[in-house]
């Protein structure tokens, strides 16, 4: 069996063949109107005509499949540089973000008038049994043992670790966790303890104390550590019980802990302050 690209070539070739021999026959006697001339002239025009007709129509599908292949390799350029556009696209954006964060980290720190260096935040605990983070700045920077990290949105918690360049941070939803607090409205006084989770304990609250749902806590400055005033979470539930001389409350942090990428650790007074 002949596929049709054989047919279509010796079609071809049989057409050139037979268009070659009428020529032949013209030109060896082109004054002559009788004889084979003009019989071969009669036989090979319609011959002619569809080898023209073939020829173009190839050579329109040759020209066609070029353009396809420039085609193609023009669309895999162009989704290259696509690529790269929102490649870069993506990193202005995230530039812009970080510039956003930064002002807003230079105003808070601004606007509490204390000495603090910003850190990257490069790496978290991914246990179940300790909430810390580490930052990229350590005794370099200043930034010691025993120094609060904040935020805008309140506290972060303390430094425990530092090194050169590194400093590790233990966040106040550890159990290991403790800062003196007080309702922001009420000035009922407490300690904030972690509760190894999203939540919080503002324990060692008098129960004849009025604390409510939806108050602020902020820190009170009695520990030494954290600075007075400074945001750490809203109460989010209240129980006195039927004993006792404490309350039980919960807060909720004000600081998204999962969504950390930067931080201020409070070095300390600004100079001469």
């Given at each position: ?7 279509l ?8 063949l ?8 013209s ?7 009788e004889?084979a ?11 002619q ?8 129509w ?9 353009n396809?292949?420039t085609t193609a390799?023009e669309n ?33 720190k ?12 490069t ?14 700045k ?6 010691a ?13 303390q430094?425990?670790e ?6 590790k ?12 607090a ?6 009922a006084?407490?300690v ?8 919080c ?8 104390d ?10 009170s400055g ?13 109460v989010?539930e ?20 999962d ?15």
């Open positions: 069996m002949f596929s049709r690209r054989m047919v070539v010796v079609a071809v070739l049989g057409l050139l037979l268009n070659i021999a009428a020529l032949t026959v030109s060896s006697r082109p004054d002559s109107a004889g001339a003009p019989l071969a002239l009669h036989l090979t025009a319609p011959f005509k569809g080898l023209t007709a073939t020829l173009g190839i050579r329109s599908i040759w020209h066609g499949y070029f396809l292949v390799e895999e350029v162009l989704r290259s540089e696509v690529a790269q556009l929102r490649e870069q696209l993506n990193g202005y954006n995230e530039l812009k973000l970080l510039n956003g964060r930064m002002r807003s980290l230079l105003s808070f601004e606007a509490k008038a204390r000495n603090m260096v910003a850190a990257m935040v790496g978290k605990d991914a246990s179940l049994w300790y909430r810390t983070l580490i930052i990229d350590g005794t370099e920077d200043g930034v043992k025993g120094q609060p990290v904040v935020v805008p949105e309140g506290i972060v918690g430094v425990i530092a090194s050169g360049r590194y400093a941070v233990l966040l106040i939803t550890d159990r290991n966790s403790s800062v003196d007080l309702a922001q409205d009420t000035r006084r407490g904030l303890k972690g509760g190894g989770a999203a939540e304990r503002f324990a060692y609250a008098n129960r004849n009025t604390i409510k749902t939806g108050q602020r806590i902020v820190s009695l520990d030494g550590v954290f600075p007075k005033g400074f945001f750490i979470g809203t989010s209240v129980h006195k019980g039927v004993s006792g001389i404490f309350q039980e409350v919960a807060v909720t942090p004000s600081v998204p802990f969504k950390l990428e930067e931080v201020l650790v409070v070095l300390g007074p600004e100079a001469g302050s």
